[in-house]
Structures are given as C-alpha cells and as structure tokens.
C-alpha cells in the first residue's frame, strides 16, 4: 500500500508508533548522541522532539532545553518523560508557529535538529530560523538527516519526507541560509543497503522491530564504533554542524 504523509505527518499516530520502534535501536540512539555531543552547548532548542528519544539525553548536559513537537501523538508520550523536569520546556507547535523575538529571547547557544529537516518542506526557511536564534557569537546548528536521495522509497513517504540529502544538498542549503559548515559526514552505509533494500525490493512503508533488533544485536556492536577509525564515503544519514555567518542576510 503506497502512504504517504509528507503533509498529513502531523496528524498521525504512525510517526509516534515509529518512533517507539526505532526507540529500541539503543546503541544506534547512544551514536547519533555522540556525534552531537560535542557541539551542545547549554541553552538547547531542539525542534522535532518526537517522543522525547534524544531529548532525555540532551537534557543531561544542558542547562536549558526548550523543544518544540507538533505531533499530538508524539508530544503526550514526550511529555510522559520529560514533564516535571525544571529545565525542560515543551511546546506542542509547529515550527512555523514559534515567536522569532520570543526564541530570540531564549539566547539559545545551539539549535538541534534530529531527523527532521527532511519533514520540513521550506528548508531553507528553517535554516534561516535556526541561524537567528542562535546568534554568530558561537551558536552551533547541529543536524541529522536521513542521505541519499536514490534510497527515497514508500518508508520515506510514509514517515513524511520531503527529501534525502547528499552532502552537496545539504551544504548548499546550509550556505544558501546564513550558516557555515564546521563538519560534516555521512554514517551508518551498512543502514543505507538495508533501506535500499526496503525501498526498492520489499516496498515497506514502516520500520519492524525484527529489523531493528538484527540491526541492534549484529550490525551496531562492530560497524558503529568502526566509523570512528574509517569515515564513510555514503551513509544512512548526514551528520552536520554549522555556524552562522556573520553579518549573513
């Protein structure tokens, strides 16, 4: 069955359920973190919480996280693990709906954005945002995205993307917004042949727990670390952090 919910992905309550899935993948979660680990700094605003997945890790070495999450779906099993916590503050809004002079208030230092650039279809505007609320006195814009517009399939649409990205994609829409690259890389190509797989063999439109869980117990353990000694010339996704540029338009 061909799903697509790049503009109903709102609205659904698949996108909480995959999250639950892919919220198992542990160590792969603990990768993602460690790749962000290093460019967070202590007033965090993280757009696209989900379910709250990395915000738990994030609110361990920040100061202040602000998260936005525009699934209802998401946001009440986001609220389950993260409401009562002081220094978290969740707003269940669209990116779109934010306040620029109340963000700009918040003097946040980085702006993280973990696999959902690609739900966004104006990108660059939200890249433009993330530039402004962070500032050029040090900000950081630290994203994830899922790579390789070719491994584009019914999951993707399913999930609601809009896009895959290549590192000239990405770069060129950094660029395009205000903000300069610091580093980039792609991670995970064992990942990538098994979404190859599914968008092109198996036609899946949703992530399995038996997936995840062979992933999990035979891949992760031996090619996760292996990406710290050889970096990948393709990956699942990109990793990316850049800085605003100053006096950008």
């Not at 899935?21 to 792969?28: D, Q, S």
């Not at 660059?124 to 500032?135: E, Y």
């Not at 992933?215 to 000694?229: K, Y």
């Not at 996704?237 to 006096?247: D, E, K, M, N, Y």
Request: net charge positive.
């Amino acid at each position: 069955m061909n799903v697509d919910h790049r503009f109903t992905q709102t609205q659904k309550r698949y996108a909480a359920d995959d999250l639950q899935t892919m919220k198992e993948a542990v160590r792969y979660q603990a990768h993602i973190f460690d790749l962000l680990r290093p460019h967070v700094g202590s007033r965090v605003f993280e757009v696209g919480c989900g379910i709250g997945t990395m915000s738990r890790r994030l609110v361990d070495v920040a100061e202040r996280l602000v998260c936005i999450e525009p699934n209802l779906n998401c946001a009440a099993r986001a609220r389950e693990v993260l409401d009562g916590d002081p220094r978290v503050l969740l707003r269940v809004c669209h990116l779109e709906e934010c306040s620029r002079t109340e963000l700009l208030q918040q003097r946040f230092d980085t702006v993280v954005c973990v696999n959902v650039l690609e739900h966004i279809e104006d990108d660059i505007r939200a890249l433009r945002l993330f530039r402004d609320v962070v500032g050029p006195a040090g900000g950081r814009v630290v994203i994830f995205v899922p790579a390789v517009q070719a491994a584009y399939g019914p999951l993707d649409a399913a999930l609601g993307h809009h896009r895959r990205y290549s590192k000239r994609s990405l770069g060129r829409a950094l660029s395009t917004s205000g903000i300069d690259l610091v580093t980039m890389k792609y991670t995970n190509p064992i990942g990538l042949l098994g979404w190859m797989y599914n968008a092109h063999i198996s036609r899946t439109t949703e992530h399995t727990r038996d997936q995840v869980r062979l992933f999990e117990r035979f891949v992760a353990p031996w090619a996760l670390p292996l990406e710290r000694l050889v970096s990948p010339p393709l990956g699942l996704s990109l990793f990316a952090v850049g800085r605003p540029r100053l006096h950008a338009a």
